[in-house]
């Protein structure tokens, strides 16, 4: 039985773990980043590090694409020397990164119009989660290319869905990005608070954990927040982008998201101070600001 031959472009702090856990599963994997030092960390994991886009989609027989943004995910699948250029028919292109809905469809009929199939499988779960292979990963495209795509996505994630046709991936992922960031807007809100109230928070986060206020963004972050670690993670400058992803498919709709447009307007400060680099956790510190409480 021949070996899949995945390709692998985008190789940052989620792809560059998803690349590991493809090796480690037995695929072949072979990737690209822009910069070199991704490349070299899979080649020292067991991968192949190839030198263009091209080159990795004339050989794969999947290729995942992990790159930051919309943009990036056009220039690299639609461009001259890109994805779909350089793809046998037959291909499958799972694109994992975050985007809007609309761009995905606008990619998945260009890869149709090549025999290429496509599938928008953004996830969920962080660099903890791409470093365990727990992603949730929301797949939206067509059934079959769901089935075809399944070892690759069950090798990198523990709860996989196909949610719907193409782009419905992406729809699911902007309501995640909203739920995501309510919950880190009211762990901080409950730090600052407790904070100010003289309470040891640690064994504030404890117990909260254990009740109803209890989510992911408690267990994972809390600890962070408290430490005033945010070192990346999840980038502000990223949430920044999908919650205006949210915004456009709420508004689209006449769903009403003001807790999620507020939230939106704190992360958009953020970045607009310069600190959109930092890990999302690090709207802990606007709150504190907006409290008189700012890092003395
Ligand atoms: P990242 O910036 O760490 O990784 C992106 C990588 O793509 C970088 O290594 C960059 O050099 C490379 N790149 C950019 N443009 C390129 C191009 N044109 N050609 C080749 N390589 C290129 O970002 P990340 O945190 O890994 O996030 C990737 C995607 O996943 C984003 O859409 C993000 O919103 C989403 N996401 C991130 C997290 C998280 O916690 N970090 C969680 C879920 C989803």
Known sequence: MSTTTVGFIGLGIMGGPMAANLLAAGFDVIGYNRSLPARQRLADRGGHAAASVAEVAGVADVVVTMLPDAEAVEAV??????????????????DCSTIAPEAARTIFGRAADREVGA?????????????????SIMVGGRETDFRAARPVLDAMGRTVVHVGPAGTGQTVKAANQLVVAG???AVAEGIVFLDAHGVDTEAAVRVLSGGLAGNAVLDRKAGGMLRRDFTPGGRLELHHKD????????????????????????????????????????????????????EQ
Request: hydrophobic residues 50%.
């Open 77 to 94: 699948t639609l461009g001259a020397d890109g994805i779909l250029a350089n793809a046998r028919p037959g291909t499958l292109h799972i």
């Open 119 to 135: 599938l928008d499988a953004p996830v969920s779960g962080g660099d903890q989660g791409a470093a365990e292979a727990s992603l």
């Open 183 to 185: 919950m880190i807007q």
């Open 243 to 294: 919650l205006g992803i949210a915004q456009d498919a709420a508004r689209e709709v006449g769903a009403a998201i003001p807790a999620g447009a507020t939230v939106a307007q704190l992360m958009g400060a953020m970045v607009a101070r310069g600190d959109g680099a930092l890990d999302h956790s690090a709207l802990l510190t606007l709150v504190e600001e907006l409290s008189g409480r700012g």
